[in-house]
């Protein structure tokens, strides 16, 4: 009898890249098809109703404050809870004569207060999204709301009818007085002369070699520094160092400035705290009238959105690309100055309830459901329900799909995107999270959520446990070092660092501080002795900073000042330091300092970007480590046609010690760790000439014979 045999139908490939190129994956496939069927949904909505990305996000372009040919300005805002609305400021004043008349009037005939701007005189018409909205006619052809006015919205609430006010959400220009109060008051800005930019963007660079920086520490004196110090000052140095990309962090305006710019109040508005307004003070000595000294002081923070515009406009001269550390994942929880119940609602820009608070931020989060809210760091938090709090990511891929995570903020980010994409081609765009998220950096079509790049945040993770739990570097394990360094998932392209900011924060220490402490006070002259734990620092910190750019990933950052070895640790002023500026500041003056230690490694650190410069390893493949010694300390690797050889031994110096490498012919050393001008010993020769040998070492086809100093790293050429 014949029998017949049913063959198992045969398996067709994943419609996604992703899963064709990572088959652990596939069980999870229903879900990135659900992720995109949502993506598409909401793009399809935005097509139909918008018109398109272009449209969508031009948002700023129709909402706020806007002037019009003709001088008319006209100004909306979305408020849905709100029952009315008016436009009210300095502009909406009663006449000074006026004034006795009206203070007896109740508010229900006068609509004012003591500030004496009219709640009548300039109402707004609402429509049927929740829109409100007003033009404020031209006099004779000019605004009839001066530059520089101070202005509000304010609102009657539902059943109540409680009036509110608050600072415009789309304002461009908010300032703060804290001799008067600590809320922001809104400003209409319309400068007569509008900036004029000088210079194009620079194209995208082929690796990002970024130095993350905040307007107000960098400056050694105790203060906040200013938009136009960063530009006359920093600016240079960051492009002499060798850096290509200018990452500004606390730009938008931000509540607390010791919340490092993620307490933001007004997402459209640069931060005006980096500028001065001079006044005049008296003194009780000198030489000035009355035998009274005069003298200008700052009065008032402000920084202007000119400022800023010229410090993006010197950087882009200089070759530099501009990025700004966005914050979406939630917002100050301010009312009176900031979105928290902007129309008197909780759920307005949102969640309601406890799923709009971070608990541990203490702010709101974004309800990226809505159509509205999408119209506008942080990506771990973004992306997961329980916002990183509390848990742990072990690497297993359910932790990266199903109840746990938060489809509407992972869909926003895509959305963002590709808008920005689109719009913008050159843009650059890098997650910080912390999970490990796959397809973070993937396109969007083949299945990722788009970004460029991500950061590696377990590098500097494990540099500081390494200082600060131990061993001591002579039992550092270099397989792991190594592992660490170069586990990222293929085909997503990661920035890696040495430390963060947040390593830098009160409670912890720079790495250069963990490396040297105490001795950082009294030993970095050239004038005083080279300690041991001095000169084992400066060599560590060379060696992990190196290592770290060459091994750990497709681009570099730092930290400004960390790349000279910055001390002590970061501060800002609060209640707990008596609001000192003390460790809120960065000490350029200590690498500037010709008799200081620090200029040594703020010259390695420049010799380092530029040999990359010329070599690009960032964007070379990932680097084939031929040996991890462990009892030599010795790590060899090939990357960019270039050969690192570290020895990381605290005492063993080795002669003739061979590494492999597939590359044969003539080497010559290109940089040294060991050189004078990095506060070396010079006992790496550069002038000799090294030749391979034809026999396979280490799983190289050739290997050459160097001499290798201990705490020391050599970079060759061939």
Same mark, same amino acid.
């Given at each position: ?69 003709? @001088? ?175 990452? /500004? ?57 000119? &400022? ?28 009176? &100055?900031?979105?928290?119940?902007? &129309? ?15 608990? /541990? ?15 506008? &760091? ?17 690497? @297993? ?6 109840? @746990? ?101 009160? @409670? ?18 050239? *004038? ?41 640790? *970061? ?99 290109? *940089? ?47």
């Amino acid at each position: 009898m014949a029998s017949t045999t049913v063959q198992a139908p045969v398996k067709q490939p994943s419609k996604w890249e992703i899963v064709r190129e990572d088959p652990y994956l596939e069980p999870f496939e229903q879900s990135i098809q659900a992720r995109n069927d949502l993506y598409q949904s909401w793009l399809s909505k935005i097509n139909s109703t918008e018109s398109g990305f272009d449209s969508f996000s031009s948002g700023y372009k129709h909402f706020g404050f806007h002037v019009q040919p003709n @001088g008319d300005i006209k100004y909306k805002e979305w408020a849905p809870n709100a029952v009315t609305a008016a436009l009210t400021g300095d502009f909406s004043k009663f006449p000074s004569f006026l004034s006795p008349i009206l203070a007896p009037l109740p508010l229900t005939l006068g609509e004012r207060t003591t500030d004496g701007w009219s709640r009548e005189s300039h109402p707004m018409k609402k429509n049927d999204f929740g829109v409100f909205e007003i033009t404020v006619s031209a006099i004779k052809g000019q605004p009839a709301i001066p530059h520089g006015s101070k202005v509000k919205i304010s609102m009657t609430l539902p059943e109540t009818g409680e009036r509110i006010e608050r600072v415009p959400a789309w304002i461009t220009r908010v300032t703060q007085d804290l001799t008067v109060s600590p809320i922001y008051d809104a400003v209409f800005w319309n400068p007569p002369q509008p900036y004029k930019f000088k210079n194009k963007r620079p194209s995208p660079p082929v690796a990002v070699k970024v130095y993350e920086a905040h307007v107000g520490i960098s400056t050694p004196e105790k203060r906040i520094g200013t938009y136009k110090e960063f530009t006359r000052d920093t600016i240079p140095r960051i492009a002499n160092l060798g850096y290509n990309t200018i990452q /500004l962090m606390a730009i938008m305006e931000h509540a607390y400035y010791a919340s490092f710019g993620y307490q933001i109040t007004s997402f459209f508005a640069a931060s005006s705290r980096y500028g001065w307004w001079w006044g005049i003070a008296r003194g009780q000595a000198g030489q000035g009238k009355d035998n009274q000294l005069t003298t200008l002081f700052p009065l008032t923070l402000s920084g202007t959105p000119e &400022d800023l515009m010229e410090l993006i406009d010197t950087a882009h001269g200089l070759g530099l690309t501009v990025l700004l550390d966005v914050v979406h994942s939630h917002a100050s929880i301010n009312g009176l &100055d900031g979105l928290n119940h902007f &129309d008197g609602s909780d759920h307005q820009y949102f969640h309601s309830g406890p799923k709009g608070k971070h608990e /541990l931020w203490d702010s709101r989060l974004f309800n990226y459901g809505s159509h509205e809210v999408l119209r506008f &760091d942080g990506v771990t938090s973004m992306m997961y329900k329980h916002h990183g709090i509390g848990t742990g990511f072990s690497g @297993g891929y359910h932790e990266y799909f199903g109840e @746990g995570v938060d489809e509407e903020a992972v869909v926003y980010l895509m959305l963002a995107n590709e808008m920005i994409h689109q719009l913008y081609p050159g843009s650059i765009t890098i997650a910080e999270d912390v999970s490990g998220m796959p397809a973070l950096c993937r396109p969007v079509p083949s299945g990722g959520l788009g970004f460029d790049y991500r950061l590696s945040m377990a590098v500097p993770d494990m540099w500081i446990k390494l200082l600060k739990e131990g061993p001591g570097d002579e039992e550092w394990d270099l397989g792991n070092i190594c592992h660490t360094l170069t586990n990222r998932r293929h085909g997503e392209k990661s920035i890696c660092y040495c430390e963060s900011h947040d390593q830098a924060l009160v @409670g912890d220490k720079t790495l250069a501080f963990w490396l040297m402490d105490k001795e950082m006070y009294t030993n970095m002259s050239d *004038l005083s002795e080279l300690t041991p734990v001095v000169e084992r620092g400066l060599a560590l910190h060379k060696i992990i900073r190196l290592l770290t750019h060459s091994l750990g990933g497709e681009g570099y950052l730092n930290f400004e000042g960390n790349e000279f070895g910055h001390p002590e640790w *970061l501060d800002f002023p609060r209640a707990g330091n008596n609001d000192s500026y003390q460790y809120a500041r960065r000490q350029f003056n200590l690498p500037d300092d010709p008799l200081l230690r620090y200029k040594y490694l703020n010259n390695f650190d420049a010799a380092m970007n530029k040999l990359e410069d010329q070599y690009k390893w960032l964007s070379s493949p990932q680097a084939y480590i031929s040996l991890k010694n462990e009892s030599d300390k010795i790590i060899v690797f090939e990357r960019g046609n270039l050969l690192f050889v570290f020895n990381m031994h605290p005492t063993k110096s080795y002669t003739d010690y061979r590494v492999g490498t597939d590359w044969g012919g003539e080497y010559y050393v290109v *940089l040294s760790s060991d050189d004078p001008e990095f506060a070396g010993h010079s006992r790496i020769d550069k002038s000799v000439r090294h030749f391979t040998t034809n026999l396979e070492w280490n799983g190289r086809k050739n290997f050459l014979q160097l001499y290798v100093p201990n705490r020391t790293v050599q970079v060759l050429a061939h």
